[in-house]
């Protein structure tokens, strides 16, 4: 079975530093990729997903996501963070093919200071 | 005019009491989900219905049973609840499954509480 790794569990960074969230999935097969973001007492949304095509993905609200097959990697970027982006952050897989689970990571908690 | 839209989004009861969340969305889609998200915010899903038909059903107590009496609902009910219930339980719905990339739309999520 899929599963998905997320490394970090806090990142605090200041209002305009840049951020990468690492996420790492274990499967070999065609995968489809998405990073979710939770705002505080509200449900996920949809940042960006990656399924085919250029690998480097841009999201809304000035995120990025770059999918490297041969590191099974899918870490999301922004150059310069707000205040409002704090957050927690999910990453999640699924495989290509077939009716398989959205498979989540434990997800980010991302706190940005004033 | 939510596309996912989950009642009750609070819910406080006692052990031992049997209770339902129900799921409706607007989106025309013909998968829909509950996911489970505990305390550390660790998110699983639970079950999936295409077309009304369970299609994933995850290593999840039978005190948890779904009911789909049409495509664009999905109710959860809960038998005789225990403290290790208390989690948000999302509900959630794509269109054709999860290949190809779709996306899952997500509910605002219910926070049970069992005391």
């Known amino acids: 079975a899929q599963s998905v790794s997320q490394h970090n569990h806090h990142v605090i960074l200041s209002e305009a530093a840049s951020l990468e969230l690492g996420c790492n999935y274990s499967?070999?097969?065609?995968?489809?990729l998405f990073w979710y973001v939770q705002y505080p007492g509200q449900h996920l949304q949809l940042l960006l997903k990656?399924?085919?095509?250029?690998?480097l993905v841009k999201g809304i609200k000035g995120f990025e996501a770059e999918f490297i097959k041969s590191k099974f990697s899918f870490n999301l970027r922004k150059p310069s963070v707000q205040w409002s982006d704090t957050a927690e952050y999910f990453c999640a897989v699924t495989r290509n093919s077939g009716n398989t689970p959205l498979v989540f990571g434990k997800g980010t908690r991302l706190s940005v200071i004033a | 005019d939510t596309a996912v839209s989950q009642t009750p989004k609070y819910l406080v009861t006692q052990m031992g009491n049997d209770k339902s969340i129900k799921c409706e969305q607007n989106?025309?889609?013909?998968?829909m989900y509950w996911y489970k998200q505990d305390s550390k915010k660790f998110l699983k899903i639970m079950f999936s219905?295409?077309?009304?038909?369970?299609?994933i059903n995850e290593t999840v107590p039978n005190r948890f049973s779904p009911k789909s009496p049409d495509k664009a609902h999905l109710n959860l009910h809960i038998n005789s609840l225990e403290l290790g219930d208390s989690a948000v339980y999302f509900c959630a719905s794509s269109q054709g499954g999860t290949t190809a990339g779709n996306t899952i739309y997500f509910g605002e999520g219910s926070w049970l509480t069992v005391v």
């Open positions: 499967y070999g097969g065609t995968v489809n």
């Open positions: 989106l025309g889609h013909d998968t």
């Open positions: 219905y295409n077309n009304k038909e369970l299609i």
């Open positions: 990656y399924f085919s095509g250029d690998p």
